[in-house]
């Protein structure tokens, strides 16, 4: 893969001992799905809500559409500027159900078990969405496929790939990297790789 320089432009993009580069690196842990037809495939928003919402991929994509430009930032030290995503704000998202009181974690929860925590502050940002389209057209599997959330300002394993569900909870529950070595938040800037940073 290729890591570009970085410019003094865009210095102040880039984190501390993240490099630049043009390519899409893929990092997954297990297998990727891949799916013939979206029929069967939903996604499910439980935990600390008055009234659990499961949604199609048809009825997801009559909400109010949006597209954001960003640059994500991933772990292992590669930074891709000037990435443009579409799909469903989280806020869009929160107008669908009614939260109980007391909501402070969101836990993304994907495909064979795959999980990740974020604060629910993190998850309601105007940035913050549930992607299905990168630069213009769909995800490929490789990427997240039908439906990944991307919380650009979180190191990218924040950004579940193969959503399957959203829980709202008052209880902080650290997803897989998390209870793997992984830094519970994730804060790039701050260089929050691992749980001993």
């Known amino acids: ?64 559409q ?21 799909g469903i704000s989280t806020r869009a998202v929160l107008n669908t159900v009614e939260l109980l009181e007391g909501v402070e974690h969101v836990i993304f929860h994907a495909e064979e078990g795959w999980s990740a925590n974020i604060p629910f502050e993190d998850f309601a940002k105007e940035t913050s969405l549930l992607a299905h389209s990168f ?3 769909p995800l490929t599997a490789e990427h997240g496929y039908p439906l990944r959330a991307v919380i650009p300002h979180l190191y990218f394993w924040k950004s579940a790939k193969w959503l399957r569900a959203i829980e709202f909870s008052k209880n902080d529950k650290p997803g897989f990297w998390e209870k793997n070595g992984y830094h519970n938040y994730g804060n790039p800037w701050k260089e929050e790789r691992f749980t001993w940073d």
Request: some cysteine.
């Open 1 to 64: 893969m290729y890591f570009g320089k970085i410019s003094k432009k865009t210095n102040d993009r880039v984190p501390p001992n993240q490099n630049v580069t043009t390519t899409f690196p893929v990092l997954h842990h297990g297998n990727v799905p891949y799916y013939k037809n979206l029929n069967e495939w939903t996604l499910r928003l439980f935990g600390e809500v008055k009234n659990e919402a499961i949604f199609t991929f048809s009825e997801l994509m009559t909400l109010p």
């Open 66 to 86: 949006t597209e954001y430009q960003n640059d994500i930032h991933c772990v292992t030290g590669w930074s891709k500027l000037d990435t443009t995503w579409s």
């Open 135 to 137: 630069n213009g057209v």
